[in-house]
């Protein structure tokens, strides 16, 4: 039987200042401990390797909706596209970490999900219904860890609104990804953070016993 593969995406360009960074290291610790012969892996988006999504590979999705082959500088961006997805979709588990950015995720998690959310390999379309979600029966699950400073459950709207979490799950869920796990760290600017970072890090360590 094939081992199990995990990729951590890590959306913080805060290397080992960021918190959302050290909850997932101690999730794939935790992780590492409970399944020993898994495969990890993790792909630091900020290290060049996400693909722009420009006009040839704009192009290129145009002509495979119409059915054609890209061409040219169109057929280099669009392979560069799937190379990108092969990536992603290498793995049954995924584990992301994701800091919140104007109320929002960061850009270069954007940018990945633009490039990898094209036609036959995350989704296929139907005129009368709709999109297909690929992903779907595939064994994927998904851990996300979401953190923010100033916006957190409960604050009013004085403090910011929430497109971190509810954009990139209907996302998730649009790929057929519904096996999802939440870690989150909100410690707002009331004070607290030191019990709130003890939290996230112990609800880390008991889901990826059980991831």
Sequence with gaps: MAATRLLHIGASPRGAASESRQIAETF?????????????????LWDGSVPDFGPAAAAAKMAVFAGETPQGEEADAWQAAKNAFARFDSAE?????????????????????????????????????????????????????YTSAVWGPGLGSAFGTNFQSTYFEDWLR????????????????????????????????ERARAF
Aim: glycine share 8%; net charge positive.
């Design 174 to 205: 649009w790929t057929g990804i519904t096996d999802i796990t939440q870690i989150r760290y909100h410690p707002t600017l009331n004070g607290g953070a030191a019990e709130e970072r003890r939290k996230a890090h112990a609800t880390a360590r």
């Design 28 to 44: 794939l610790k935790a992780y590492r401990d409970a399944h020993p012969h898994n495969l990890i892996k993790t792909w630091d």
């Design 93 to 145: 588990h995924l584990l992301f970490s994701v800091p919140m950015w104007n109320a929002g995720i960061p850009y270069i998690l954007k940018q990945l999900i633009d490039v990898i959310s094209q036609p036959g390999m995350v989704f296929g379309v139907d005129p009368h219904n709709g999109y297909s979600h690929l992903l779907e029966n595939k064994g994927k699950k998904a851990a996300v860890i």
